[in-house]
């Protein structure tokens, strides 16, 4: 039988760090999309107020599974 995936990007954001975006963006997944299998980091990128980073944000494309 074959396996059926699909995959959508999602854009996430933390005040922490990149790898807590990573984190909140795939806790986040898992609420909505069943059977999460994988994450590729498509972008980073921060947001800068007044010269410092207030957010560290990441570009992730999940993969999902749909069918086996």
Do not use: H
Request: charged share 25%.
């Amino acid at each position: 039988m074959a396996t059926i995936a699909r995959v959508t990007e999602i854009i996430a954001g933390s005040p922490k760090s990149f790898d807590d975006a990573m984190a909140a963006g795939i806790k986040r997944a898992n609420k909505t999309l069943k059977n999460v299998s994988g994450a590729w980091i498509k972008d980073q990128s921060v947001k800068i107020e007044k010269g410092k980073i207030v957010q560290y944000r990441v570009t992730m494309k999940i993969t999902f599974i749909l069918a086996n």
